[in-house]
Structure formats: structure tokens, C-alpha cells
């Protein structure tokens, strides 16, 4: 599957993004997805996961209540909605995905596919 992330901006602190992350070349909905984000020197950090059906989901402590993950299966796009936005949420955030057997595992490492990355900058 191919996957391309959609949404990247710069913004103040406090404010919002939306990330999009289209996929194509194979069965959206047999893929568990998830967002994970890098800052440069500080390595690559697990964000958000959603399950197959949707109805699971996963957040990193740093995007509990600001951030929610959720999928359009009928669009075969995958979103990542940012709210209340800090200096420290600044990276490169890329869209993953890995195949789950189970349509409600929520696939937090071991991703097969990658996005080409997104860049979220917020000042304070």
C-alpha cells in the first residue's frame, strides 16, 4: 500500500491541523494505521493508532486529549486531528501502516508501510 500525508503547516501554539494521509494500491481496511512523528535528533516517536474497524485507537501521554486519530475507509484516508498545538509537537509526522489479522488490533510498532512525511512547526 502507498501512503502520502496530507496537512503540514506552520502555526502558533494553541492553534489547530488536520493531517490527512491517503492511501492507495491495496485494500485500505485490511491495514491497521497509525501516525508516528520525528524531530531531528530526538529519534522517531509513536503518536496515534487506529484498528482496521476503527473502533480501537491509541494515543501517545503527549496527545491524549489534543489529538484524535480516526479513518474514512470509503475515501481510503486516514486523519489526524491536532488540537491546542505546543512548540514541542513540532516534527516531521508521517502516516504508517501494518497489516493486523484482527480488525479491532491497534498496531502501535512493527509498521510495514510509510508515508513520505508531513512537517508540523509550532511556534510559541
Known amino acids: 500500500v502507498q501512503l502520502q500525508a496530507f496537512g503540514g503547516g506552520s502555526v502558533q501554539a494553541g492553534a489547530f491541523l488536520r493531517l490527512s494521509c491517503e492511501a492507495s494500491?491495496?485494500?485500505?481496511?485490511?491495514?491497521?494505521m497509525g501516525w508516528v512523528r520525528q524531530v531531528p535528533e530526538k529519534g522517531r516517536e509513536f503518536v496515534a493508532a487506529i484498528s482496521r474497524s476503527g473502533d480501537s485507537t491509541t494515543y501517545a501521554d503527549s496527545g491524549k486529549g489534543r489529538f484524535t486519530i480516526a479513518r474514512d475507509d470509503a475515501k481510503n484516508t486516514m486523519y489526524l486531528q491536532m488540537n491546542n498545538l505546543r512548540p514541542e509537537d513540532t516534527a516531521v509526522y508521517y502516516c504508517?501502516?501494518?497489516?493486523?489479522?484482527?480488525?479491532?488490533?491497534?498496531?502501535?510498532?512493527?509498521?510495514?508501510?510509510w508515508g513520505q512525511g508531513t512537517l508540523v512547526t509550532v511556534s510559541s
Open positions: 494500491g491495496d485494500t485500505f481496511s485490511s491495514y491497521g
Open positions: 504508517v501502516a501494518r497489516w493486523t489479522w484482527s480488525e479491532n488490533d491497534v498496531p502501535t510498532q512493527g509498521y510495514e508501510y
